[in-house]
Nanobody, 127 residues
Framework: QVRLVESGGGSVEAGGSLRLSCVIS????????MSWFRQGPGKNREGVAA??????????DYADSVKGRFTITKDNAKNTLYLQMDNLKPEDAGMYYC??????????????????WGEGTLVTISS
């Protein structure tokens, strides 16, 4: 069983930054990808960033809407996944979730492939 707990959400002005954290407990050593999703008001949940484990190294993937502004990283010693969000825009507001998939291959930014989810952390942005 894997448990994920997000934190770091809050209220920020447009153009500002936030760093989200996701602490992962349980045995996640066999993961295929770790991803961040978000759901804005009246919108479907969408994938924004992912770390995908390959045979030799890890790679990252981002939604086009956040490329160049968001950065996903992972601290293995702390069992924590991060999402650094810079130059935030009003349309970035929503509930942010981290998720883990042990299935391969699955599209890392599609929620149907995820096996475990956190409860989410709320990001609000004022313009």
């Amino acid at each position: 069983q894997v448990r994920l707990v997000e934190s770091g959400g809050g209220s920020v002005e447009a153009g500002g930054s936030l760093r989200l954290s996701c602490v992962i407990s349980g045995d996640s050593t066999g993961y295929y990808c770790m991803s961040w999703f978000r759901q804005g008001p009246g919108k479907n949940r969408e994938g924004v960033a992912a770390i995908i484990r390959g045979d030799w190294n890890e790679r990252t993937d981002y939604a086009d809407s956040v490329k160049g502004r968001f950065t996903i990283t992972k601290d293995n010693a702390k069992n924590t996944l991060y999402l650094q969000m810079d130059n935030l825009k009003p349309e970035d507001a929503g509930m942010y979730y981290c998720a883990v998939s042990f299935s391969r291959p699955v599209p890392p930014l599609e929620e149907s492939g995820m096996d475990y989810w956190g409860e989410g952390t709320l990001v609000t942005i004022s313009s």
